[in-house]
């Protein structure tokens, strides 16, 4: 991704959600199918359910509740618990392979055959921490295909609280398989 590319890019997401204009089809997937696709099992699964997608523009939606007893609050920081931004990243990073998963077969059936694929990360292009995540908090994740080659991904994600954006990301990952 060229540098003017991501700038124009990053600036769009700071203004617009992703799914704004996208024809959305409903989904109902939650953590028994997403640990299918995933190779993440809790505490590290930060995916709770996959919402909405769209195919013509490679955008999926989903949810993630902020457990106000995770343990991460204890240190981050104790008289002031805000969730850890590069928690927020990897949410949006692990909803991006949920999406490459239903684009690589154009479906959204997650089979009792399905086994997460195996992948690196290698790339963090951008990251903004735009409104601090608290406890309790009820974050919707969108996640939107940049490129993908099917061995390297690009994705633009965002989490926002009730409509306030929370954070941004634009993530690359290399499919082992």
Do not use: W
Not at 9 to 27: H, Y
Not at 57 to 71: A, E, K, Q, V
Not at 97 to 109: D, G
Not at 142 to 152: E, K, L, Q
């Amino acid at each position: 991704m060229q540098a003017d590319e991501l700038e124009a890019l990053v600036r769009k997401l700071r203004r617009t959600p992703l799914a704004d204009g996208a024809q959305l089809i409903p989904l109902e997937h939650g953590r028994a199918e997403i640990e299918r696709v995933l190779p993440h099992r809790p505490p590290f699964l930060l995916v709770d359910a996959l919402t909405a997608i769209d195919f013509e523009t490679r955008t999926l939606l989903g949810r993630r509740r902020i457990d106000p007893h995770d343990p991460v609050f204890a240190g981050h920081f104790p008289d002031d618990p805000v969730y850890p931004g590069v928690l927020q990243i990897e949410a949006i990073g692990q909803l991006g392979l949920c999406l490459a998963h239903f684009v690589s077969r154009n479906s959204t059936v997650i089979d009792q055959g399905t086994r997460p694929a195996r992948l690196r990360a290698i790339k963090v292009h951008h990251a903004l921490f735009n409104a601090p995540v608290l406890p309790g908090d009820e974050l919707s994740l969108g996640a939107r295909i940049v490129a993908y080659d099917g061995f390297i991904g690009t994705v633009a994600g965002q989490a926002h609280r009730e409509g306030t954006l929370c954070s941004l990301a634009v993530l690359e990952v290399y499919f082992v398989d």
